[in-house]
């Protein structure tokens, strides 16, 4: 078992950054691909970003890509998105993801992966 707890959000206008972070325990955090995915209201869970478990691979949607970095501490379990020049679409729950299955590179797909955390809230302002 994974229990992963996020932190991190708040509300930022148009334009500011934010730097989501997410805490693992219960398994070997390095074995682990991490993934960030964002719900907002009404709509369904999208991929955001994703970290292989060795570090050396990331991937990007193509509407956070030059804006958003993914990275991952292993020494401190932590696995976190730097948001940039955030825009008012941005604004949902963000929630951590944990994928333990050891692929070369990082899935987007909300099936690959096994643990979940609660979500922590991003509001954008216009």
């Known amino acids: 078992q994974v229990q992963l707890v996020e932190s991190g959000g708040g509300l930022v206008q148009a334009g500011g950054s934010l730097r989501l972070s997410c805490a693992a325990s219960?398994?070997?955090?390095?074995?682990?691909?991490m993934g960030w995915f964002r719900q907002a209201p009404g709509k369904e869970r999208d991929f955001v970003a994703a970290i292989s478990w060795t570090g050396g691979n990331t991937y990007y949607a193509d509407s956070v890509k030059g804006r958003f970095t993914i990275s991952r501490d292993n020494a401190k379990n932590m696995v976190y998105l730097q948001m940039n020049s955030l825009k008012p679409e941005d604004t949902a729950i963000y929630c951590c993801?944990?994928?333990?299955?050891?692929?070369?590179?990082?899935?987007?797909?909300?099936?690959?992966?096994?643990?979940w955390g609660q979500g922590t809230q991003v509001t954008v302002s216009s």
């Open positions: 993801a944990a994928d333990s299955d050891r692929r070369p590179f990082p899935t987007g797909r909300t099936v690959d992966y096994d643990y």
């Open positions: 219960g398994r070997t955090f390095s074995s682990l691909s």
